[in-house]
């Protein structure tokens, strides 16, 4: 059986209100999505991923005032960033509100919100009238997907359908910054560049603090199959691919020095093509740390630790 795609957003709707989940696509990667009030769903999606029920899964709006209903006492600073950065690839750590079920929050008293910047996921959480959850749509550990067909190749039938949107623009999983603490704390690099999230806010940002503020933030992630190498110059590439391919690796090489919007949107999917193109070893040129730069790095080492 082949997996079922659609470009048909009431579609999509209908699937996620009679319980199943649906292959959402956001601006950043796509999403697994559920009906966030429904549980035996929401737990469904673990269970397809392959992912502890502990990582908690971000809770996915239709329009920014949308966080004053799905949480509870949001501090100044995470409404302020849903006024100026929403729609877009930011997600806020906001205290959780009575109807998120522990299955979303993996029990804990915060949730995660954000209102994704693509037209087809805010009209599909529209029509179904409530907010959905939705981690990436990859096996768990694994890198995130970027297109339907990446969907389709990593999860087939475990997904009842997938709503096809496109390649992600931004291609890099949202920013997560916890609101719950002054000053607010970056958990994850993503989409947004801290140092917007900072002119945002008019304040400073904090790097986190202790290594279980973001469960699921594991040091191994992102990981295709080939062993991934980082390197600062492009000349330094150079000289590791001729010394790998003397110990017979089958070597791939992936400039990310260039600009660097296209070198987040392009990441993923040349991770996956290494893969495909049977590489044993990806030798990859790191952008500078600055900007989306910081997202793509991170990325990058965390996918050279998986093997
Ligand atoms: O761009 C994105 O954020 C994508 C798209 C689909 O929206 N989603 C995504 O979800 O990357 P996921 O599940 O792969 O990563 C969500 C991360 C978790 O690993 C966890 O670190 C953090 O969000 N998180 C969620 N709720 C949290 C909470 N209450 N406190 C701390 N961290 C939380
Ligand atoms: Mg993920």
């Known amino acids: 059986m082949s997996t079922r795609v659609t470009r048909d957003p009431s579609q999509a709707a209908a699937v996620l209100a009679r319980g199943g989940l649906v292959a959402l696509p956001t601006e950043t990667v796509y999403g697994l999505a559920a ?3 429904r549980t035996d769903a929401v737990r469904r999606i673990f269970a397809v991923k392959g992912r502890p029920t502990d ?3 971000i809770v996915h709006i239709a329009e920014p005032d949308d966080l004053m209903q799905w949480s509870a006492g949001p501090s100044h600073a995470a409404r ?12 806020v750590i906001v205290p959780r509100d009575g109807r998120i079920a522990d299955a979303v929050t993996g029990g804990r008293d915060t949730v995660a919100v954000r209102c994704p910047a693509h037209d087809l996921a805010r009209d599909v959480i529209r029509r179904l009238g409530r907010p959905v959850a939705a981690p990436s749509a990859n096996r768990f550990g694994r890198v995130s997907p970027t297109t339907a067909q990446h969907v389709i190749d990593d999860l087939g039938d475990d997904v009842d359908l997938v709503l096809d949107g496109g390649p992600c623009s931004v291609g890099l999983e949202s920013t997560i910054v916890d609101c719950t603490v002054d000053p607010v704390q970056i958990l994850r690099h993503g989409g947004l560049p801290a140092e917007q ?4 806010l008019e304040g400073p940002v904090a790097p986190a603090s202790g290594p279980r503020r973001a469960p699921g933030m594991l040091e191994m992630h992102y990981a295709p199959s080939c062993r991934v190498h980082p390197v600062e110059t492009v000349a330094d590439a150079a000289d590791l691919e001729t010394a790998l391919s003397r110990t017979g690796a ?9 600009d660097v919007v296209q070198a987040a949107r392009g990441l993923y999917g040349a991770l996956r093509d290494a893969d495909r193109q049977g590489a044993t070893d990806l030798v990859v040129v790191l952008p500078r740390a600055a900007g989306l730069g910081v997202a793509v790095r991170d990325r990058v080492s965390r996918a050279a630790a998986g093997r």
Do not use: C, K
């Open 35 to 37: 009906d966030v009030t």
């Open 55 to 57: 990582h908690p899964l």
């Open 80 to 91: 302020r960033l849903a006024a100026l950065a929403w729609p877009g690839p930011l997600s």
């Open 197 to 200: 999230v900072a002119a945002l």
């Open 250 to 258: 089958v070597t791939a090489h992936l400039d990310l020095s260039g």
